[in-house]
């Protein structure tokens, strides 16, 4: 009889040995995952940045917005412009003020990461940054 309890005592240690195991394992692997979407997400963000500013020069150099706005592939939307890139979207708005000086167009561009959880479909994107942006054009001097 005692035999059979020292197995026993034996076979609940070993469970509860794994258990532990499991439970370490399990925190650690959320841990691994956690960290390499931090990365991806640093990456993309590296990126965009980089994106971002190439558009903000673009349009402080460009002469007609809506034009060089579709030459660089955006799409225009309810007073905005928009392209995917995948794993972001960069937004540009702005407007233009007339003065009796010339024109002064003030703009923002921001990047949107897509948050990709199965969970929440409905969950919007997380705004990575806004860029804001100027460009003036003077008038003819008199």
């Not at 995952?33 to 500013?53: D, H, K, L, P, Y």
């Not at 007609?64 to 905005?80: E, Y």
């Not at 003030?106 to 990709?116: D, I, M, N």
């Amino acid at each position: 009889m005692k035999k059979k309890s020292q197995s026993n005592v034996l076979l609940v240690e070993i469970l509860i040995a794994v258990l532990f195991f499991m439970l370490s394992a399990t925190v650690l692997v959320r841990v691994f995952v956690g960290a390499r979407n931090m990365t991806v997400r640093a990456g993309v963000e590296s990126v965009a940045v980089s994106e971002a500013q190439n558009v903000a020069e673009t349009l402080y150099a460009a002469k007609d917005i809506d034009q060089t706005m579709k030459d660089m592939g955006f799409l225009s939307s309810h007073g905005a412009w928009t392209k995917d890139y995948g794993e972001y979207t960069l937004y540009v708005k702005g407007e233009a003020s007339e003065t009796e000086a010339g024109t002064l167009w003030t703009g923002e561009v921001s990047a949107f990461y897509k948050l990709r959880n199965p969970d929440n479909a409905r969950q919007e994107d997380e705004q990575l940054f806004s860029l804001p942006c100027t460009r003036y054009e003077g008038g003819e001097r008199q």
